[in-house]
């Protein structure tokens, strides 16, 4: 279902050798160290035709996975809190008005790992 008046984050991945890696040399690509790529995002009112070339599509307004063909297992909240790592600025000026309290509970839920994974980090005393 194409909803004209949902709001899409729409990811868009190119790949590319790592600085160094010997490319004449035969399969260097069937090794993922040797791989790097570059993200390309945007957030769109509505899909649009580029869409059919991201790797990866996420209905915010509905919260689900349009398409993705970048990582198999991958839900939404785990894409999200991805993309939110990276572009949180951008993430919240859009949910904070399309939907306030799940942004709410994934801010929440970030702190509590950050806090799990700080705790984890401690010397025992």
Do not use: C
């Not at 859009?94 to 401690?122: C, F, G, N, R």
């Amino acid at each position: 279902m194409n909803n004209k008046h949902n709001i899409y984050l729409v990811a868009f991945y190119g790949m590319k050798p790592r600085p160094g890696v010997n490319t004449s040399k035969k399969g260097w690509m069937e090794d993922k160290n040797n791989l790097q790529y570059d993200e390309r995002l945007e957030i769109t009112k509505g899909r649009k035709k580029s869409s059919a070339l991201a790797n990866v599509v996420l209905d915010l307004s509905t919260k689900t996975v349009v398409k993705n063909t970048f990582n198999d297992d991958s839900d939404f909240k785990s894409f999200f809190k991805y993309y939110f790592g990276g572009y949180h600025h951008y993430i919240t000026t859009v949910m904070k008005q399309l939907d306030p309290e799940y942004l709410t509970s994934i801010l929440d839920e970030l702190d509590a790992e950050m806090k799990a994974a700080e705790a984890s980090e401690k010397p025992a005393e």
